[in-house]
C-alpha cells in the first residue's frame, strides 16, 4: 500500500486538493489601489477544486483573532475552510487567486465586535464617539447581569474576510471580490463579575438568522466606505458556531451576495451543511442508516479488542447526504507488530462497511501519540495507509 504522511496530507485537503497538476512558477503584477507589485503564483496546482495563493504571503492584519473569538479549535478550522467553499458558489478557483483579508484590521473588527454603547457608557468608558460602532446590542445596564445578558446577548462572535484576486490576461491579478463570513453565537458566555462563575444562556437559530441577516447588511453598507471595496463584488456567509464544549464544529447555513456597485444583499441562500457525531442522539434521529454502517463497523473494531469500546466518529453532511466520516481509535498497543496488524484489520473493515462514494479518514492513535494513518478518498479502490514510526 503507498504511504503518505499526515502533514502533507492535511496540508494538501485544506489548501489545494489530492491530484497533482503540475505547472510552471507564474509571474503576475498585483494591482493595489495606485500601485503594483510583483507578485508569483507557486507553480504546483493540486486541484482544480482548491484555489492557488500568492507569493510572497501577505498575513492579514486581523490574523489570529480568529482563535481568540470562537469557542473550539473545530469552529476555528471549520469556520475558515467553511468560507472558502462558500466562496466558490462564487469565485471560480480557475479564475480566482486567494489572499487572506487586506482591508479589515485588528483594530477595526474589534470595534464591530463590541456591543453598541449608550452615551454614558461611552462617557464612562472615555471612548471616542466615532469607535462606538459595535454591531451586538446595547448592554443598557439597568436590572440584574443575568436578566440583561439573556435579553440582549451577544450573538456576532467574529468576522472573517478573505479576498479573491482574478487574473487578468496581461498578467496582472487585482481584486475581483471579498468574501465576509460572520461567525455568530448558538450560546453567549457571560460572568457577572471579571474572575466569577462563568453563565450561558442559548440562542435560538431562527433569532440568530434574523440578527445574522440584519448585521449583515450593516457590514455591507460599512465596506463600502473603505477605500478600495466601493464596488467589488461581495459576498456574505453567516456561520453557528457550537458550545465551547462541542466535540464537532459549526457550520454555515446561509450566504448572499452584492452585485459590483451595490450596496443591497441579494436574496439568501440557504447553506445545507452540518458536522453530526456518531454515536449520538443527533446521528439516531436523523441519520440512522449511517449511524448504522458506523457502529456495525465499530462492533467488529471492539471484536479485535475486547473490552475496548472507544471508536468515535465526525461526518459531515451536505444537503443530508454523507460526504466524508473521520474516526478516530485510541488504542493501547504492547509493540508496533500489534499497531501494523491492527493497522491492517481496521483497513479490511473500512474497505467492507463503507461505500466507496464517502470519502473515509482513521486515525489510530495511543498514549505515545499517533500509531497509523488510513484514507480512502472517494471511488478508490486502495486506501492510503501510513505507519508512523
Same mark, same amino acid.
Given at each position: 500500500?503507498?504511504?503518505?504522511?499526515?502533514?502533507?496530507?492535511?496540508?494538501?485537503?485544506?489548501?489545494?486538493?489530492?491530484?497533482?497538476?503540475?505547472?510552471? #512558477?507564474?509571474? @503576475?503584477?498585483?494591482?493595489?489601489?495606485?500601485?503594483?507589485?510583483?507578485?508569483?503564483?507557486?507553480?504546483?496546482?493540486?486541484?482544480?477544486?482548491?484555489?492557488?495563493?500568492?507569493?510572497?504571503?501577505?498575513?492579514?492584519?486581523?490574523?489570529?483573532?480568529?482563535?481568540?473569538?470562537?469557542?473550539?479549535?473545530?469552529? @476555528?478550522?471549520?469556520?475558515?475552510?467553511?468560507? %472558502?467553499?462558500?466562496?466558490?458558489?462564487?469565485?471560480?478557483?480557475?479564475?480566482?487567486?486567494?489572499?487572506?483579508?487586506?482591508?479589515?484590521?485588528?483594530?477595526?473588527?474589534?470595534?464591530?465586535? *463590541?456591543?453598541?454603547?449608550?452615551?454614558?457608557?461611552?462617557?464612562?468608558?472615555? %471612548?471616542?464617539?466615532?469607535? +462606538?460602532?459595535?454591531?451586538?446590542?446595547?448592554?443598557?445596564? #439597568?436590572?440584574?447581569?443575568?436578566?440583561?445578558?439573556?435579553?440582549?446577548?451577544?450573538?456576532?462572535?467574529?468576522?472573517?474576510?478573505?479576498? &479573491?484576486?482574478?487574473?487578468?490576461?496581461?498578467?496582472?491579478?487585482?481584486?475581483?471580490?471579498?468574501?465576509?463570513?460572520?461567525? %455568530? +453565537?448558538?450560546?453567549?458566555?457571560?460572568?457577572?463579575?471579571?474572575?466569577?462563575? !462563568?453563565?450561558?444562556?442559548?440562542?435560538?437559530?431562527?433569532?440568530?438568522?434574523?440578527?445574522?441577516?440584519?448585521?449583515?447588511?450593516?457590514?455591507?453598507?460599512?465596506?463600502?466606505?473603505?477605500?478600495?471595496?466601493?464596488?467589488?463584488?461581495? !459576498?456574505?456567509?453567516?456561520?453557528?458556531?457550537?458550545?465551547?464544549?462541542?466535540?464537532?464544529?459549526?457550520?454555515?447555513?446561509?450566504?448572499?451576495?452584492?452585485?459590483?456597485?451595490?450596496?443591497?444583499?441579494?436574496?439568501?441562500?440557504?447553506?445545507?451543511? $452540518?458536522?453530526?457525531?456518531?454515536?449520538?442522539?443527533?446521528?439516531?434521529?436523523?441519520?440512522? $442508516?449511517?449511524?448504522?454502517?458506523?457502529?456495525?463497523?465499530?462492533?467488529?473494531?471492539?471484536?479485535?479488542?475486547? *473490552?475496548?469500546?472507544?471508536?468515535?466518529?465526525?461526518?459531515?453532511?451536505?444537503?443530508?447526504?454523507?460526504?466524508?466520516?473521520?474516526?478516530?481509535?485510541?488504542?493501547?498497543? &504492547?509493540?508496533?507488530?500489534?499497531?501494523?496488524?491492527? !493497522?491492517?484489520?481496521?483497513?479490511?473493515?473500512?474497505?467492507?462497511?463503507?461505500?466507496?462514494?464517502?470519502?473515509?479518514?482513521?486515525? @489510530?492513535?495511543?498514549?505515545?501519540?499517533?500509531?497509523?494513518?488510513?484514507?480512502?478518498?472517494?471511488?478508490?479502490?486502495?486506501?492510503?495507509?501510513? @505507519?508512523?514510526?
Amino acid at each position: 500500500m503507498r504511504k503518505i504522511s499526515l502533514v502533507v496530507l492535511a496540508f494538501f485537503l485544506l489548501l489545494t486538493g489530492c491530484a497533482p497538476n503540475f505547472q510552471k #512558477e507564474q509571474e @503576475i503584477v498585483q494591482e493595489k489601489d495606485d500601485s503594483k507589485e510583483k507578485a508569483i503564483i507557486p507553480k504546483y496546482k493540486i486541484s482544480d477544486q482548491y484555489y492557488q495563493t500568492i507569493l510572497p504571503f501577505e498575513p492579514s492584519e486581523a490574523r489570529g483573532l480568529t482563535v481568540s473569538q470562537l469557542n473550539t479549535r473545530y469552529d @476555528i478550522d471549520e469556520f475558515e475552510t467553511g468560507l %472558502m467553499r462558500i466562496a466558490q458558489n462564487t469565485f471560480n478557483p480557475d479564475k480566482f487567486l486567494f489572499q487572506e483579508g487586506q482591508y479589515l484590521d485588528r483594530k477595526t473588527v474589534g470595534l464591530w465586535l *463590541n456591543r453598541k454603547y449608550t452615551d454614558e457608557q461611552v462617557e464612562k468608558l472615555e %471612548m471616542k464617539a466615532e469607535e +462606538n460602532i459595535g454591531l451586538n446590542p446595547v448592554d443598557p445596564g #439597568e436590572g440584574d447581569v443575568q436578566t440583561r445578558n439573556r435579553e440582549n446577548p451577544i450573538y456576532l462572535a467574529h468576522i472573517l474576510e478573505h479576498n &479573491y484576486l482574478v487574473r487578468g490576461e496581461d498578467g496582472t491579478a487585482r481584486l475581483g471580490g471579498i468574501v465576509i463570513g460572520l461567525a %455568530m +453565537n448558538s450560546v453567549h458566555y457571560f460572568q457577572e463579575v471579571q474572575y466569577g462563575a !462563568t453563565y450561558e444562556t442559548k440562542i435560538e437559530h431562527a433569532v440568530l438568522d434574523r440578527e445574522g441577516k440584519r448585521i449583515a447588511q450593516e457590514v455591507v453598507g460599512r465596506l463600502r466606505q473603505i477605500k478600495g471595496l466601493e464596488k467589488v463584488p461581495i !459576498t456574505i456567509a453567516l456561520f453557528e458556531q457550537e458550545s465551547n464544549s462541542s466535540v464537532v464544529p459549526g457550520n454555515f447555513f446561509a450566504y448572499a451576495n452584492v452585485s459590483e456597485g451595490s450596496s443591497k444583499l441579494g436574496s439568501w441562500e440557504a447553506v445545507k451543511e $452540518d458536522y453530526v457525531l456518531f454515536p449520538s442522539t443527533d446521528a439516531q434521529n436523523n441519520y440512522r $442508516d449511517d449511524l448504522t454502517t458506523f457502529l456495525n463497523f465499530k462492533q467488529d473494531v471492539e471484536e479485535y479488542f475486547p *473490552n475496548f469500546n472507544g471508536v468515535i466518529g465526525k461526518a459531515f453532511y451536505i444537503d443530508n447526504e454523507l460526504q466524508d466520516l473521520s474516526i478516530n481509535i485510541p488504542i493501547q498497543f &504492547y509493540g508496533k507488530s500489534e499497531a501494523v496488524g491492527f !493497522t491492517q484489520y481496521v483497513t479490511g473493515l473500512i474497505m467492507e462497511h463503507f461505500p466507496n462514494y464517502i470519502a473515509v479518514e482513521v486515525n @489510530i492513535s495511543s498514549v505515545n501519540g499517533p500509531e497509523a494513518l488510513i484514507v480512502r478518498k472517494v471511488n478508490q479502490d486502495e486506501p492510503f495507509v501510513h @505507519i508512523y514510526n
